[in-house]
């Protein structure tokens, strides 16, 4: 800032400063507050490893049953697309047979 620039409008300068100063440091002490509360989070997280091997399992266990289920619907549909198409092959030849009579 020149001399010249402060003394055409004395109060908007500092008035500008001091918004720019505090919007500096609301965004500072809002990154702050987030990296604390990351780091709560990893500290909890590291502070009872058995909780968080539990929820892996019990995690793991949902899946698993999940997939079993995704898997037999499979075959279901896999067996019920092979009986639609054998009728439809059997409804076929039975058409055909009944035009060349």
Do not use: F, I
């Not at 502070?47 to 019990?58: C, G, S, T």
């Not at 079993?68 to 019920?80: C, G, I, P």
Request: aromatic share 0%; with cysteine; net charge negative.
């Amino acid at each position: 800032m020149s001399g010249a620039n402060c003394m055409a409008h004395p109060s908007a300068q500092p008035a500008q400063a001091l918004t720019e100063a505090l919007a500096r440091l609301n965004k500072a002490l809002e990154t702050l507050e987030n990296r604390v509360d990351a780091t709560k989070d990893a500290m909890a997280r590291a502070q009872n490893p058995a909780a968080e091997v539990q929820r892996m399992a019990d995690d793991r266990a949902r899946l698993a049953q999940q997939l079993d289920d995704s898997q037999a619907r499979a075959e279901q549909l896999a067996k019920t697309n092979s009986e639609v198409s054998r009728r439809l092959v059997s409804a076929m030849e039975t058409v055909r047979q009944v035009l060349d009579e």
